[in-house]
């Protein structure tokens, strides 16, 4: 049951992204980035109109990397002209690398702020690479940039398939992931501690020489306060999957995780569960 609700949130997730983007985005070979309609495609130009405007563009189809339809469908036309670019990389250029991608961050059912979804990452990140093995990690910062220059974002995400996620960055493996954190009961701790005076040990009393010492008004008895609190503390019940997925689009390793704990920091004893079971876990 846990299995399908966290399959659930998963296309949730891709739900509410592929319904933000509501234009065809068009990548060119220099970066530029062209945000519109797509009239018609023949051998030699795109017929295109920026949105909001109603002028048609004539877009010459070897300046053109990609078209990333508003429908989720990813059309590729040519590769980027810089030297090096990871889109060039030949499988064996992939070799023993992984990049880890963004995770997907849910509360409540709800899409989670984008700051945690980065923060997974990198924790990730630090968790894999101290056992890395022969493995080569990519730093997440080059991660995300690269797939922002090749107009990857998480709206036309699911256009594309885990085999050219892996070209694009230019890695054997990539690690994809979601955490799921809801919300449940919440517990009530009350304490009460209590403070002890002493008055004094000596009652007053009359010296030899007929002066008075001490207190007359010292019973020599002791007395107690007290006081009371109660905190309330909000748990939260964490689920967390992750997939692991080759150059050719396979999937080697998928696994998801209920975690035991019940605070909102949770995934991250989860991730370590999980990570000790991956195949690229290196002791």
Same mark, same amino acid.
């Given at each position: 049951?846990?299995?399908?609700?966290?399959?659930?949130?998963?296309?949730?997730?891709?739900?509410?992204?592929?319904?933000?983007?509501?234009?065809?985005?068009?990548?060119?070979?220099?970066?530029?980035?062209?945000?519109?309609?797509?009239?018609?495609?023949?051998?030699?130009?795109?017929?295109?109109?920026?949105?909001?405007?109603?002028?048609?563009?004539?877009?010459?189809?070897?300046?053109?990397?990609?078209?990333?339809?508003?429908?989720?469908?990813?059309?590729?036309?040519? *590769?980027?002209?810089?030297?090096?670019?990871?889109?060039?990389?030949?499988?064996?250029?992939?070799?023993?690398?992984?990049? +880890?991608?963004?995770?997907?961050?849910?509360?409540?059912?709800?899409?989670?702020?984008?700051?945690?979804?980065?923060?997974?990452?990198?924790?990730?990140?630090?968790?894999?690479?101290?056992?890395?093995?022969?493995?080569?990690?990519?730093?997440?910062?080059?991660?995300?940039?690269?797939?922002?220059?090749?107009?990857?974002?998480?709206?036309?995400?699911?256009?594309?398939?885990?085999?050219?996620?892996?070209?694009?960055?230019?890695?054997?493996?990539?690690?994809?992931?979601?955490?799921?954190?809801? *919300?449940?009961?919440?517990?009530?701790?009350?304490?009460?501690?209590?403070?002890?005076?002493?008055?004094?040990?000596?009652?007053?009393? +009359?010296?030899?020489?007929?002066?008075?010492?001490?207190?007359?008004?010292?019973?020599?008895?002791?007395?107690? %306060?007290?006081?009371?609190?109660?905190?309330?503390?909000?748990? %939260?019940?964490?689920?967390?999957?992750?997939?692991?997925?080759?150059? *050719?689009?396979?999937?080697?390793?998928?696994?998801?995780?209920?975690?035991?704990?019940?605070?909102?920091?949770?995934?991250?004893?989860?991730?370590? %569960?999980?990570?000790?079971?991956?195949?690229?876990?290196?002791?």
């Amino acid at each position: 049951m846990k299995k399908n609700i966290t399959t659930l949130l998963v296309f949730l997730f891709i739900g509410i992204s592929a319904i933000a983007q509501n234009y065809d985005i068009i990548l060119k070979t220099n970066g530029e980035e062209m945000e519109g309609n797509v009239k018609a495609i023949n051998d030699d130009f795109v017929s295109f109109v920026y949105k909001n405007e109603s002028i048609d563009y004539n877009v010459k189809v070897t300046d053109i990397v990609k078209i990333s339809f508003a429908s989720g469908r990813v059309q590729f036309f040519n *590769k980027f002209d810089e030297p090096g670019n990871s889109k060039n990389a030949s499988l064996e250029d992939h070799h023993n690398k992984v990049a +880890i991608l963004p995770f997907a961050y849910i509360k409540d059912q709800r899409e989670g702020d984008r700051v945690m979804s980065n923060k997974i990452q990198q924790e990730t990140f630090s968790l894999l690479n101290k056992h890395r093995g022969g493995l080569t990690y990519q730093n997440p910062n080059d991660t995300n940039a690269l797939l922002i220059k090749s107009g990857v974002t998480n709206n036309n995400i699911q256009g594309y398939t885990m085999g050219e996620i892996c070209n694009i960055l230019g890695v054997e493996f990539v690690i994809q992931g979601v955490v799921s954190v809801e *919300k449940t009961n919440q517990q009530s701790f009350s304490s009460y501690s209590e403070t002890t005076k002493n008055k004094g040990n000596n009652k007053a009393y +009359i010296d030899s020489k007929g002066h008075l010492v001490g207190n007359p008004m010292n019973d020599g008895k002791s007395q107690s %306060y007290g006081s009371s609190s109660s905190t309330n503390v909000q748990n %939260y019940a964490t689920s967390m999957t992750i997939n692991i997925y080759n150059d *050719k689009g396979n999937s080697i390793y998928s696994q998801d995780h209920t975690s035991f704990w019940n605070t909102q920091d949770a995934y991250k004893i989860t991730l370590k %569960y999980l990570a000790k079971r991956m195949p690229l876990y290196k002791k």
